[in-house]
């Protein structure tokens, strides 16, 4: 089996309340591994924590009564990256993990502290090895949420309905053979209405 030469956090975000931040420390001493705590007089927290390779430093701005922290790091002890995995899917972590191999890399895409894909690797090429498909099917919904194109065609054909209404309105009394082609461009405009809002 490969031996993992070190775990590279290239991106890491997690933003927690000040009771969460107090238990993503005592994670880290629940697997004896030693963290130091600053308070800064502004009120962020600088969070220390040994590596075989030196000092980890995360920063927690503190922004209203949440803190954030967005760093990357790199972790040579094992026991150590396994805490911080823990604490990725503790704190519903947000990240990109490369666990370094001797011949290749593995990339783990984090959201909300799940693994949301896997991909090996090489010098010559990216190897999917997983992909959450629930993930990608939420990103699809909420896309299709956000997207207002739908709402503002709907917009756009009441408007030309109510315009329709109107003209109809003043041809029964001016122009009564005309009432039957209105009739036939409202009923076309009531079905896309109808295909919109359902």
């Excluded at 939420?138 to 739908?150: D, G, P, V």
Aim: proline share 2%; charged share 30%.
């Amino acid at each position: 089996m490969a031996q993992r030469l070190a775990t590279n956090y290239a991106n890491a975000y997690f933003t927690m309340n000040e009771a969460e931040l107090e238990q993503f420390v005592k994670l880290f001493a629940s697997d004896n591994i030693k963290v130091e705590v600053k308070i800064c007089d502004n009120g962020d927290r600088d969070i220390f924590i040994p590596d075989q390779s030196g000092e980890i430093q995360l920063t927690f701005q503190r922004e209203g009564q949440r803190y954030i922290c967005e760093s990357s790091y790199v972790i040579t002890d094992l026991r150590l990256a396994n805490a911080m995995r823990k604490a990725m899917k503790a704190f519903k972590g947000h990240g990109i993990v490369h666990r370094i191999y001797d011949s290749f890399t593995v990339v783990y895409h984090y959201d909300e502290g799940s693994v949301v894909s896997i991909h090996e690797v090489t010098d010559d090429e990216n190897v999917p090895i997983f992909e959450n498909q629930s993930q990608n099917i939420a990103a699809e919904l909420e896309q299709m949420y956000r997207n207002t194109s739908s709402e503002d065609e709907i917009a756009l054909i009441r408007e030309e309905a109510n315009k329709w209404l109107d003209l109809r309105n003043w041809t029964k009394k001016a122009a009564p053979e005309k009432v039957a082609t209105i009739d036939t461009r409202l009923r076309i405009l009531a079905r896309r209405l109808f295909e919109l809002e359902a």
